[in-house]
């Protein structure tokens, strides 16, 4: 479920501060009534994915500690002067328990400070307890029932987050047909600007990663202005595409799978005609840290 973790809870409180240079970052649940793309607009997202936030602060793996990881890159997110930051689900260590959010909640204290946090659901998290933790997320979200979304808009791009958590601790994936059939409904009217997709897991035919992933394709091909699709859980940073749309895969925050993968988050910067995605590689492999990489919208 996407959350924001905010003190200013009240959309309209939130809209007021939000402000920046003519540009709002909007969260809706209906058709837009922002303005539109304006040529010069920029977007300052920071993307991160798989802090796997332990309650007891040393329970870590391979040798990592998500804790200090996260605790570690909070500086660097801050610097970066977000407009907005996204993580794409596995927030908790491994079964989403109280005590993991009121840590996670007091890592994110000095970036929630500075700019919304969105949180979306990963099969790590547990929606009850996220709940339970950040009791008052920011934002109007689709009445869709087990599934939630928040929209995050801005002049420059529309920043769709999907719910694909399907069972806590349990690997695979699912949007669910609910939410697919409110995605076909609500593209066709957002066609003002790029539209951004962003949820948890793989879109990829993998036992563990999103069982409606061709599902969800099959909705987005006659829609022209889908541009990319964001997504963590394989802890892997790799850039691709399928039927034409950027597939943007997140490395991890808390720990890698492979010594070859960076450990660390992304810094976004949204355009009308694309976005420059730069790794900031905190630990693992950090060959590519500091590598800008430009992609263009079609």
Known sequence: MPILL????DRRSFLKT???????????????????????AEFRLALLADTH???DRINGHRGFNPWENLRAIVPSVVAAKPEGVLLCGDAARLEGKLEDYHELQALLEPVAAVAPVCIGLGNHDDRKNLLEVFRN?????????????????????????LDSLLYTNKVPGLLGRRQRDWLAGYLPVIRDRPVVLAFHHPPSDNDGDLLDADRLFALLRPHRHVQAVIYGHSHVWQLAKRDRIH???LPAVGYNFRDQDPVGWVEARFRSRGVTLTLHASAGNRNDDGQSTTLAWR
Request: hydrophobic share 40%.
């Open 6 to 9: 905010d003190h200013r809870v």
């Open 18 to 40: 939000t402000m920046l240079g003519g540009a709002a970052v909007v969260l809706a649940g209906c058709r837009s009534t922002t303005p539109s793309t304006s040529a010069g």
């Open 53 to 55: 936030i332990p309650g």
């Open 137 to 161: 997320p920011a934002g109007i979200h689709p009445p869709i029932d087990g599934k939630h979304v928040t929209v995050i808009e801005h002049d420059a791009v529309r920043v769709i987050v």
């Open 247 to 249: 597939l943007i895969n």
